[in-house]
């Protein structure tokens, strides 16, 4: 039977975004050594899984398509996310990545794609790996591609108003609800609504 599943975010809504060499921005850690988990974070999706719901990771991660660091070091840096939530008692049922970016420079990595964020992709693969019904879950983050992409796949939404992400975000979207972090986001979450 189809259940409802909760897609978080990655960046910004369970680890610390850094300062990107370039820009100054605060953007995704491009080293293992630069993962911070955001406080609260980890404990929020426990909870998610105690209640029964299906937690799924989805997120962007468009540096290596970029040219600016290999395959290799960000799956080190997804695998220091994942290892740290673990340790606080956090567990995905999957974690879906898009490597893609449409002006990458990497052969194979770039132009367009299905599973970029704000399209629908990673959400509809893993909806049906994990026979999940899209109209009973959630997509959490901190950015309006995050709120985008789980409209265009039929979930309710809320966003992440984090202070350090507010450079993605231009008020151009409607989320269900928004909260100031994935904690606060989680204990309203459960507050209101059982799993479907």
Avoid: Y
């Amino acid at each position: 039977m189809s259940r409802g599943a909760v897609f978080v975010d990655r960046d910004g809504t369970l680890n610390a975004l850094v300062a990107d060499p370039a820009s100054g921005k605060p953007e995704s850690p491009l080293r293992d050594t630069d993962v911070e988990l955001i406080p609260g974070a980890a404990p929020a999706i426990r909870s998610l899984t105690e209640a029964g719901w299906t937690v799924i990771g989805a997120s962007n991660q468009p540096a290596a398509a970029k040219g600016r660091v290999s395959l290799a070091q960000l799956a080190t840096v997804q695998a220091r996310v994942v290892q740290l939530a673990a340790e606080e008692g956090a567990r995905f049922a999957d974690f879906r990545i898009c490597l893609h970016h449409p002006n990458g420079v990497v052969e194979g990595l770039s132009g367009a794609c299905e599973c970029r964020k704000p399209k629908p992709g990673l959400l509809l693969e893993a909806a049906r790996a994990h026979d999940i019904d899209l109209s009973a879950s959630w997509m959490i983050g901190d950015t309006d591609a995050d709120v985008l992409a789980g409209q265009a796949a039929g979930c309710r939404t809320v966003l992440l108003e984090h202070p350090a992400s507010a450079h993605r975000r231009n008020a151009d979207v409607t989320p269900t609800a928004a909260m100031p972090d994935l904690d606060a986001a989680v204990t309203w979450l459960l507050s209101r609504s059982l799993v479907d």
